[in-house]
């Protein structure tokens, strides 16, 4: 079982950056980590995943230039730039499972068996 903190959120406006964090009391090393996020009145989406050991990651086409998913020990990040209006919402971490690869199959929710509080981005223009 795993235990996940996210916290870095916050209120920026357009353009500016964040940096999220995703703290794991558990084992994460062998799994695959992922970001989601979520805006009222629509479904949770996929952001950004990182494979086990970091080598690889894949991001959803809106956010590819701008984010950046990364990984250290139990720790997570996802480095965000050029905030746009469109990526306000809750954002989640979420863990895979074990060795799964990641790609355009794997990127959904019924594809991450854990999952942290979620920490709010609000971006003003």
């Known amino acids: 079982q795993v235990h996940l903190v996210e916290s870095g959120g916050g209120l920026v406006q357009t353009g500016d950056s964040l940096r999220l964090s995703c703290a794991a009391s558990g084992s994460i090393s062998d799994y695959p980590m992922g970001w989601f996020r979520q805006s009222p009145g629509k479904e949770r989406e996929f952001v950004a995943s990182?494979?086990?050991?970091?080598?690889r990651t894949y991001y959803t086409d809106s956010v590819e230039d701008r984010f950046a998913i990364s990984r250290a020990r139990n720790t997570v990040y996802l480095q965000m730039n050029s905030l746009k209006s469109d990526d306000a919402g809750v954002y989640y971490c979420?863990?895979?499972?074990?060795?799964?690869?990641?790609?355009?199959?794997?990127?959904?929710?019924?594809?991450?068996?854990?999952w942290g509080q979620g920490t709010q981005v609000t971006v003003s223009s």
């Open positions: 979420a863990r895979g499972r074990m060795y799964m690869a990641i790609g355009t199959s794997t990127a959904t929710a019924d594809n991450f068996d854990s």
């Open positions: 990182i494979n086990w050991n970091g080598g």
